[in-house]
């Protein structure tokens, strides 16, 4: 599928991820994301083993995860929506999911983290993942019980461990694991890190960033007179953010509760 330049660049701004955008995972204590990525990196170097033959990674993005399952798989396959795509990666399938355009009973293992939110029928989605997963296939997903609103509007759903298992398993899959991303004090420390960086309009901070990064930016003036103006602030969350990441991931380690998460990953198998 040919997507010009153009398209591209009003697509990447709609369908925009902040977890799938970036070729690696940044664990620095300066980022803001750093208590979800920590406990989602965790799980996935944890599990990486259960991946094996082809793999379809659903809603890829940059494929920040892919060198963790590398060394269990025999192939790498990128799927992502048609508004999300990047020129510089090659894709193997491009649709809105539910739908995959992927052949039946053709994909060992798929993994899908963080994407399941953004689709109104996500359940739908692990129906199809069903369809072509191959016999005791399986799929990795990561979902959020907490989250600010994000890549909106399409941005629609929050899920429970209760209905994740429910409704996982009359598809007709095993859930083979699943676990909490992070616990209580880590989803209060990562709505502290959310709040703070909602103080800013992050337009105004990617631009900023894709400047000091040498990648295109628009209105880069007008950008940085919003970051003089907010100067005060930007030193403030400088200073919090990694202050908070470290005391609550400190205190979600030795007081944490799983009643309260961040989110969940799950492994199911196709019986």
Partial sequence: MVITEEKTSKSINERENAVRQTSTISLNLFNYCFLIYYYLVKEIKKNAHYAKGVLLDVGCGSSPF????????????KHEHPLAVKPNIEYDYLSELPEINAPTNSIDTIISFSVLE???????AIKEFKRILKDNGVFMISVPQYWH??????????FTKHVLREKITKLGFKILYMKEEGKSFATVGQAFCNAI???FELKHVKNIVNFLS???????????????????????????????????????QILGSPRDTIGYFVIARKV
């Fill in 66 to 77: 892919q060198n963790y399952f590398l060394p269990h798989i025999e192939k790498y396959l």
């Fill in 118 to 124: 953004h689709v109104s029928e996500p359940f739908e």
């Fill in 149 to 158: 609103l994000h890549e909106e509007p399409h941005d629609y759903l929050r």
């Fill in 197 to 199: 960086i909602l103080m």
């Fill in 214 to 252: 040498g990648k295109k930016v628009d209105n880069i003036g007008k950008s940085i007179i919003y970051a003089i103006y907010k100067s005060p602030l930007i030193l403030l969350a400088i200073i919090l953010i990694p202050l908070i990441n470290l005391i609550f991931l400190t205190l979600d």
